[in-house]
């Protein structure tokens, strides 16, 4: 077969290919004896890119356009519901917009080719109307009321505009009601055409499939005449300095406890997708060294009644901005900050122990390889390594190269309090 690509891992035992469709669209099949499907149609365009160049033009249009175009896929132009033709297969059929990407998915365990024809075409077949632009408008309006009345969508989006000056993640990917609503039609052709494209986009599928048959259908649905578009994504990390705008950022809302959502904002991001892989890595091992439940901190916070039980701590990195997270709730969240950095100012005095070392790697290595017993898993994990720029199978050589003096390096110039945002959703009566 032509412009086909193997990819293997002796140590995991697993494989898949990637067919580059004459229509240029990279299909990736991973083959695997499981009960699921499951199935991921993807464009690298997300809500950070409400601006954007094409043939050298700025173009800007309404932040959470990319939301928007995703919601109004579904609906077809002979008046049907693609949710409710999957549903007639036995799928379960889903989307979602991040920063960064769009994706339309579906699980099933009979009658897949029916679903992944009806996942191909609708996507490929945008309808839209100023009768069912103004109904959706409705909808999302609606939801961004939604999120806005969320405890944790405010914590977290505090944070985020805590950290960040101008960057667009610091906008909520739903949009606005002013800025949704100058959404036009116009515009969502605009924005399709430029961003869902076959180039652009990527297919996953993983499960018990065959690759003639998948084939076959991206040759019934796929688009093969496009004239060649590129669109170049603004790059926003230039723009950000390395110290956030606000140090605190504070909310009141219906809770029972306060909320908090601590921040460290990341400007040193690498241009190279591997090198920020292992930075990736890095930060994942570093964090379970600090944060995990089994460690000093945790079990201070929490035997001291600072926290309550769960606390979750991640490293989010792409192309254009980074930060590191801890959230939880506490009822006093200052002194949990205080907490945390007057430990991590004395781990600055010693390092870590080698055997703790080995042991938040060995938990990075399991949580990567447990990932491989489940469809959504593989196909969740490779889509995010195509878009991000890396092959899948990669991570467990970066992650066997990280060395304990790369840890200790990267701790150096982390945690800054000139990087730090504190958000905090208090409960109404403290207001």
């Known amino acids: 077969m032509k412009n086909k690509t193997e990819f293997c891992s002796s140590r995991l035992r697993e494989r898949y290919e990637c067919i580059i469709h004459k229509s240029g669209l990279p299909i990736y099949v991973f083959k695997k004896k499981l009960s699921t499907v499951y199935a991921m149609y993807g464009t690298r365009y ?4 409400s601006t954007f160049y094409l043939d050298g033009k700025a173009h800007t249009v309404p932040d959470g356009i990319a939301h928007f175009l995703e919601h109004k896929l ?9 949710f409710e033709r999957f549903s007639e297969y036995g799928a379960d059929a889903n989307a979602y917009t991040s920063v960064n990407r769009t994706v339309y998915l579906f699980s099933c365990t009979d009658r897949f080719g029916d679903s992944l024809r ?15 632009v103004a109904q959706e408008r409705d909808i999302i309006a609606q939801e961004i009321g939604m999120y806005e009345d969320s405890p944790a969508e405010a914590c977290y989006y505090g944070m985020l505009e805590g950290l960040y000056h101008t960057h667009s993640v610091r906008r909520n990917i739903c949009g606005t009601l002013a800025s949704i609503g100058q959404i036009t039609p116009d515009l969502l052709y605009d924005c399709y055409h430029t961003f869902y494209r076959p180039d652009n986009m990527a297919l996953v599928v993983c499960g018990d499939v065959s690759t003639e048959e998948i084939l076959t259908i ?3 649905c796929l688009p093969t005449d496009l004239p060649p578009t590129v669109a170049l994504r603004q790059d926003e990390a230039q723009a950000e300095p390395p110290h956030v705008l606000q140090s605190r950022v504070k909310k009141h809302m219906q809770v029972s ?19 920020r892989q292992k930075k990736d890595a890095c930060m994942a091992i570093l964090n379970e060294l600090i944060f995990c439940r089994a460690g ?64 938040a790697k060995r938990v990075m290595y399991a949580e990567f390889v447990k990932e491989f017993d489940s469809a959504e898993g593989i196909a969740s994990n490779l889509l ?33 309090p ?11 009566t403290e207001e």
Do not use: W
């Open 46 to 49: 997300g809500s950070v890119d």
């Open 118 to 132: 009806e996942l191909l075409c609708f996507v490929n077949h945008p309808h839209f109307t100023e009768h069912n």
């Open 296 to 359: 000093q901190l945790y079990n201070e916070l929490f035997e001291s009644g600072l926290i309550s039980p769960e606390l979750t701590y991640g490293y989010t990195v792409t192309d254009t901005f980074a930060f590191n997270a801890i959230a939880g709730e506490a009822d006093e969240p200052e002194a949990v900050l205080h907490r945390i950095m007057a430990y991590i100012e004395e781990l600055r005095s010693r390092p870590f122990p080698t055997e703790d070392f080995v042991r």
């Open 418 to 428: 000139e990087t730090l945002t504190l958000s905090v959703v208090y409960p109404t």
């Open 257 to 275: 406890k306060p909320l908090f959502n601590i921040g460290f904002k990341d400007t040193d991001i690498p241009k190279d997708p591997t090198a």
């Open 74 to 82: 579904f609906a077809n132009e002979d008046g049907s519901d693609s």
């Open 218 to 220: 991206a040759d019934e």
């Open 384 to 416: 995010g390594a195509v878009f991000d720029g890396y092959e899948l199978f990669s991570y467990l050589d970066v992650l066997d190269s990280v060395t304990e003096q790369d840890v200790a390096e990267a701790f150096t110039h982390c945690f800054a």
